[in-house]
């Protein structure tokens, strides 16, 4: 299996997705803004299509779109501020809403099927030097800005208070997003990205760790989830990431109930 190229490329891809999306999903988690992930990964999909309807790499298309999808949610937010769930449904409308136009118009070049759905077979080496350049980026970003954003994390009016620049952090942030959603695009599909974003994170969270440690464990949680979905679901013959996020869900229940014993065993030790 290892021999083939396409195996190659996927393994390649899915390792830096395994580490990026925790990176940016520990914050949207924290921030109680998981369902952001969901939102924007929907709206690559309009990305894809008019990269796909333009002749231009998808990928690429993706991203730029997505990136203007995060950047209308801060927008709106100064609009909506008490209304988060109202914010996503309008930039959701307007993606799926420009996904479905541009599929149904039939002036698609290529099938865009693989992007719902997830498929190793179409990672190119080009999406490879795509993946390598946003994972870089985004994680020095995320080391750039550590500080700020876990301030913010925790308590956004008291950041604007100390002097930080919340509006643009958010905005360079939301980017972030778009830059981890698009480099998975590939693998893992648009209809289950946001689990690779989320879920890592929320099975980290059970160990019940500090900040550092819950990021390490969602990276190691998400390098396990995505690696067993890849290599499984080629055994299998089925999509990758609707099996990867399977995976994420089964570990998940796993921990919970690990947690669950482990706590029953100390308190009839403490008996």
Avoid: W
């Avoid at 990269?51 to 927008?75: D, K, V």
């Avoid at 954003?149 to 997003?177: C, H, P, Q, W």
Wanted: with cysteine.
């Amino acid at each position: 299996m290892l021999s083939y190229g396409f195996m190659q490329n996927a393994i390649f891809v899915s390792i830096f997705i395994s580490i990026l999306c925790p990176c940016i999903g520990i914050f949207l988690v924290l921030r109680r803004y998981s369902m952001i992930g969901d939102t924007l990964s929907h709206a690559s999909l309009a990305g894809i299509t008019i990269g796909l309807m333009t002749n231009q790499n998808p990928i690429l298309g993706a991203f730029l779109f997505t990136s203007i999808c995060g950047a209308l949610i801060e927008f709106l937010r100064g609009y909506f501020k008490k209304y988060t769930d109202l914010i996503l449904t309008i930039v959701l409308s307007l993606s799926v809403g420009t996904a479905i136009t541009i599929i149904s118009s039939g002036k698609l070049h290529a099938n865009a099927d693989s992007f719902m759905f997830g498929s190793i077979l179409t990672v190119t080496r080009f999406d490879m030097v795509m993946v390598l350049i946003l994972s870089l980026i985004s994680v020095l970003t995320l080391i750039l800005l550590y500080h700020q954003m876990i301030y913010i994390a925790y308590d956004e009016e008291t950041a604007k208070i100390a002097g930080v620049r919340v509006r643009l952090i958010n905005y360079i942030f939301s980017i972030l997003v778009s830059a981890a959603i698009s480099v998975s695009i590939r693998i893992v599909g648009v209809l289950v990205l946001s689990s690779m974003i989320a879920l890592p994170v929320a099975t980290a969270l059970q160990l019940g760790k500090g900040f550092k440690l819950t990021l390490i464990f969602s990276i190691v949680f998400s390098v396990i989830d995505i690696l067993l979905g890849l290599f499984l679901s080629y055994y299998l013959n089925v999509a990758p990431g609707g099996f990867t996020a399977l995976i994420s869900v089964a570990i998940l229940i796993i921990v919970l109930i690990a947690k669950k014993l482990l706590s029953s065993l100390r308190s009839i030790r403490s008996r």
